[in-house]
């Protein structure tokens, strides 16, 4: 297993690899706590939030091209990566959009990088943060304090995967 820094650096190689001057990139994760994260369900959640990635950036005639494989071997999770001609600040807008959808929207981690592979951070937009699957305080300190076990976060995402349509 490689460690965090180095896992942050091959991301990095791996967003720069894939920039393009005037094009955003995307990066759609399902936020699955713990270190195994392929299952039936996540990749069902993936999926679904992928196609709403879609739908949304169609509706919006940008332009977007898909550029990864469903599940990353490297990452060891469903990451769907996608080359967005926009501004990377209004892309940024409509992820946030996308994560605050009332189905899906909480599980899911959604980065999007401009063309020199920097991350476009949620704190330029004037957003509360981000709330936890399962009580009311902010998902960071959560996380931080592991007040849910894993179980109890995954039975959350169970449930929710289970309600969304199979497309
Ligand atoms: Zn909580």
Known sequence: MMNYLELKEQKQQLIEGKSQYGAAIVCIRVNVPGEQKKFAW???IHRHASLKFEELFLNQAIKFQRIEEE???LFY???SFYRVKSEPISVKRLTIQLESDEEIGRLLDIDVYDFKG????????DIPDRQCYLCSEPAFICGRTRKHSIQELHQFMILKAEMLEDK
Not at 118 to 125: A, G, H, L, M
């Open 77 to 79: 999770e469903y990451i």
């Open 71 to 73: 599940f990353c071997n």
């Open 42 to 44: 996540s990749e069902k």
């Open 118 to 125: 920097n991350s476009i951070s949620r704190d330029e937009f």
